[in-house]
Nanobody, 122 residues
């Protein structure tokens, strides 16, 4: 019913930048909270940035000041601008969206993308 596709991952040197995108498609009336998560090898998945439908943002301390989350509601797309990347940022990055599929609903159904790999070399 709803698909999330991440893009923009890749290999970058420490200190470099990448911009991730998450495009949502399917049966969507609107999207509530959107978020970026990451999972490094051998570690649990962690929330690194979130953004509400009104544009309020929050960040994990590990990325605060380096990463910027944003969204384009008209395109059902979310972005993550990642600057000053560090080797410890290496992980698979996932997007998660709370999707409203009928106008009478207020609570969104969570959907996940399949992830995009970010590798930061030292």
């Amino acid at each position: 019913q709803v698909q999330l596709v991440e893009s923009g991952g890749g290999l970058v040197q420490a200190g470099g930048s990448l911009r991730l995108s998450c495009a949502a498609s399917g049966l969507i009336v609107r999207i509530n909270t959107m978020g970026w998560y990451r999972q490094a090898p051998g570690k649990q998945r962690e929330l690194i940035a979130g953004i509400t439908s009104g544009g309020v943002t929050d960040y994990n301390d590990s990325v605060k000041g380096r990463f910027t989350i944003s969204r384009d509601n008209a395109k059902n797309t979310m972005y993550l601008q990642m600057n000053s990347l560090k080797p410890e940022d290496t992980a698979v990055y996932y997007c998660r969206c709370e999707v409203i599929m009928t106008p009478s609903n207020f609570v969104g159904t969570p959907y996940w993308g399949k992830g995009t790999l970010v590798t930061v070399s030292s």
